[in-house]
């Protein structure tokens, strides 16, 4: 296991030199020892197996192709003071799950995460940003990425781009809960064409536009620990909830226009204790 200081290029000569590498790229810190704030690029290059983890250093900034023709299942970089992640920082990388949990990330520029590919099928597993200090989501740093799984929990989040999940293809799962959203207006959770799991619990809510989820199909929805007090049919109009269907592929199958969302969401409600706090889950 190495230590957060020096150079990983250094690192990686050493155990190159001496014939013995691990499968596991780590660094781990130890208290007197967090010195590493820079990560060069190339400071990967090669690499085509095992997991990339750098755990609690003291990583400020991410150069343009740190992550340069690499190829590794897991990229996981938690509890750094990372604040900014640029453009060009992966370049031709397949990975099938990125972890950025944990750091302290207000900003992330759009494209970021356009430059990689998944390790199997055409599908990237998993893209996590809890627990940073994301405040607003801007289209085109996640629409337009092939992502299934996307957790956003955790953060600061108040406004959502219109869009701003737009064109995501193989998405099936994205967490919104523990943030500050205060409303979800239109266009932001229309058109969800694969059934997915979407939570939007813990944060702020109080007001969702009419058409909020027109057009969409989600397989849950979870809206609960809100400061919503008036659900109005329209705004389960032409959504589906609860559908089984498996996604085609290609993302696109025939999109089902029906109010079985709103019964759904109707029935749940009668059910809920407290007005204020509602769940609308699938089947
Ligand atoms: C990270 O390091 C800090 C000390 O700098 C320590 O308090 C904290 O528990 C460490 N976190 C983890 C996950 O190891
Ligand atoms: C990422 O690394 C941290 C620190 O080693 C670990 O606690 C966490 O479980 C890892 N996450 C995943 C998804 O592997
Ligand atoms: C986190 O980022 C904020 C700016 O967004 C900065 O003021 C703060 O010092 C950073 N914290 C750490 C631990 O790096
Ligand atoms: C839902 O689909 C209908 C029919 O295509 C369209 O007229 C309407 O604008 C869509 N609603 C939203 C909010 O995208
Ligand atoms: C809940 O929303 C109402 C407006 O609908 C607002 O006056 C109130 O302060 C909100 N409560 C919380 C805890 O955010």
């Known amino acids: 296991m190495w230590k957060c200081g020096g150079l990983i290029s250094f690192h990686l000569l050493v155990v190159l030199v001496q014939g013995n590498v691990a499968q596991d790229f780590r660094l781990d810190s130890h208290l007197a020892d967090r010195s590493l704030f820079y990560l060069a690029k190339n400071s990967f290059v090669g690499r085509s197996e095992g997991d990339i983890t750098i755990k609690n250093c003291s990583i400020e900034t991410i150069a343009p192709?740190?992550?340069?023709?690499?190829?590794?299942?897991?990229?996981?970089?938690?509890?750094?003071?990372?604040?900014?992640?640029?453009?060009?920082?992966?370049?031709?990388?397949v990975v099938d799950e990125i972890y950025f949990d944990g750091n302290n990330?207000?900003?992330?520029?759009?494209?970021?995460?356009?430059?990689?590919?998944?390790?199997?099928?055409?599908?990237?597993?998993?893209?996590?940003?809890?627990?940073?200090?994301?405040?607003?989501?801007?289209?085109?740093?996640?629409?337009?990425?092939?992502f299934k799984k996307l957790m956003l929990s955790y953060n600061e989040i108040y406004y959502i781009q219109y869009a701003a999940f737009e064109n995501m293809p193989y998405l099936l799962s994205l967490s919104l809960a523990h943030n500050k959203l205060q409303s979800i207006d239109s266009g932001i959770f229309n058109n969800f064409l694969n059934p997915t799991m979407l939570s939007v619990s813990d944060n702020k809510l109080n007001y969702i536009h009419p058409v909020a989820f027109e057009n969409s199909t989600f397989l849950s929805l979870d809206l609960q620990r809100n400061n919503?007090?008036?659900?109005?049919?329209?705004?389960?109009?032409?959504?589906?909830?609860?559908?089984?269907q498996e996604p085609r592929t290609n993302g696109i199958r025939e999109k089902k226009i029906t109010n079985a969302g709103y019964r759904e969401a109707r029935d749940a409600m009668r059910r809920a204790p407290d007005p204020d706090s509602m769940q609308i889950n699938g089947k």
Do not use: M, W
């Open 105 to 146: 990330i207000s900003e992330i520029e759009t494209g970021t995460f356009h430059y990689i590919y998944p390790v199997k099928e055409e599908s990237l597993q998993i893209l996590s940003l809890s627990h940073n200090k994301l405040r607003k989501i801007k289209r085109g740093v996640f629409s337009g990425t092939n």
């Open 65 to 93: 192709e740190a992550f340069k023709n690499v190829r590794v299942n897991r990229i996981n970089i938690t509890g750094n003071p990372l604040s900014v992640l640029r453009r060009r920082i992966f370049s031709f990388v």
């Open 228 to 244: 919503l007090s008036d659900i109005k049919k329209e705004y389960f109009a032409n959504t589906f909830i609860g559908c089984r």
